[in-house]
């Protein structure tokens, strides 16, 4: 059957108002002009027979809901299971290593150097699982034309997690006051600032493994 | 082996046919076997393409509903068995999916587990003789 320009925008825009993630909404889309390209019969029009495949083919706007859910709740669960497994795969031999190696350059550190240099090397640290989800990270969020993405979401939390936790507990209250005693870097025990580092490290790592297996994303183009 | 296997797997679909009377529920557990096999063959298929060759192969006598593959398709991507690219075509992006490395691997277990299944229902309900 051939379907018309006008056709196929109104069956786009009415996917695009039912349906929350772009990724579903892509496959979607695409499942329905293509079946509807394949028909053979000229009896209904493109618009009830895309209403007939949403109904029939997968129970309705509830279900593709449903699918939505379920899909981004698999995405979510694997990728944070497989960050937990990286993770724990620094604390396993061989990785622990390097772990133990880290750690110890970072308590010598402490002890031994400026503060200042030590946190700038923890922002470092959670910066580059942020600069991953930057390259993913939609610039036309308020646009009429953006549609979420079930990725990028995920992206955002995992490359953002470090970058917060840092930002609320080393890097803002030193903003809003001159005050030593506010400043928790400079009071931190190098033992528990290596600790600190250590978590960083392996999560910041974690992430980024993430980002290029499973996001797609590379640090450098 | 491989023969053997794929000899099981059209004996299972013959299976499925005899049990035509519900043949959702028993698809329903060899959904992701069917998806793996024909992505192995097919190296990489949209979802269209997938519910289209399902038909194809058994005859139109297994019709997979998209509320079924879909949610599968999603499943093995998140266990990272798939993984997806998209191309655009006719002005619409198409989404693909092809088998990763680990995939690649899980569609000849899961193709010894069908076998094996086959045939413990084979001697458990003594079809062997029923269907001849």
């Known amino acids: 059957m ?30 329905i ?25 997968f129970g309705g706007w509830e279900k593709l809901k449903e699918l939505e859910t379920s899909r981004q709740k698999e995405i979510q669960k694997h990728l944070r299971k497989k960050l937990w497994e990286l993770m724990k795969g620094y604390f396993r031999f061989p990785l622990i290593m390097f772990t133990l190696l880290a750690s110890g350059s970072f308590y010598y550190a402490a002890d031994h150097l400026p503060r200042k240099v030590i946190m700038l090397v923890l922002f470092c640290t959670v910066m580059s699982p942020f600069i991953m989800w930057c390259r993913i990270a ?17 992206g955002e939390r995992i490359g953002t997690l470090g970058f917060s936790f840092f930002n609320c507990f080393m890097f803002i209250p030193q903003l809003f ?10 009071h931190l025990h190098a033992s528990v600032l290596a600790l600190v580092a250590v978590i960083y490290i392996t999560h910041s790592l974690s992430a980024i493994r993430i980002f290029q297996e499973d996001l797609k994303v590379s640090l450098v183009s | 082996m491989l023969g053997e296997i794929m000899h099981s797997l059209v004996r299972y679909i013959d299976l499925l046919y005899i049990c035509v009377m519900s043949t959702s529920p028993l698809l329903k557990g060899t959904l992701q076997t069917i998806i793996l096999k024909l992505l192995d063959d097919n ?30 398709l999603h499943k093995l991507e ?24 680990q995939g690649g691997q899980e569609v000849t277990s899961k193709l010894q587990e069908a076998q094996l299944f086959i045939e413990q229902l084979q001697l458990l309900l003594n079809l062997n003789s029923q269907t001849k």
């Not at chain 2, 269209?48 to 019709?63: C, D, M």
Request: aromatic content about 12%; charged content about 30%.
């Open chain 2, 78 to 101: 998140a266990e990272g068995f798939l993984e997806t690219y998209n191309e655009v075509v006719d002005n619409r992006v198409r989404k693909y999916y092809r088998l990763t490395h």
């Open chain 1, 177 to 186: 006051t001159d005050q030593d005693s506010f400043s928790v870097i400079n």
């Open chain 1, 33 to 57: 002009l293509t079946s509807i390209e394949r028909t053979e019969t000229d009896e209904k029009l493109p618009y009830e027979i895309a209403t007939d495949i949403i109904k029939n083919e």
């Open chain 1, 138 to 154: 939609p610039i036309n969020r308020w646009s009429k034309k953006y549609k979420a993405s079930i990725k990028e979401n995920i």
């Open chain 1, 2 to 31: 051939m379907i018309t320009q006008a056709q196929q925008e109104n069956i786009k825009e009415i996917l695009w108002h039912n349906l929350k993630f772009r990724e579903t909404f892509d496959e979607l889309y695409d499942h």
């Open chain 2, 43 to 72: 190296k990489q298929m949209y979802g269209y393409e997938i519910t289209q060759k399902v038909k194809e192969l058994t005859i139109g006598e297994i019709k997979l509903t998209e509320g079924a593959l879909y949610p599968a």
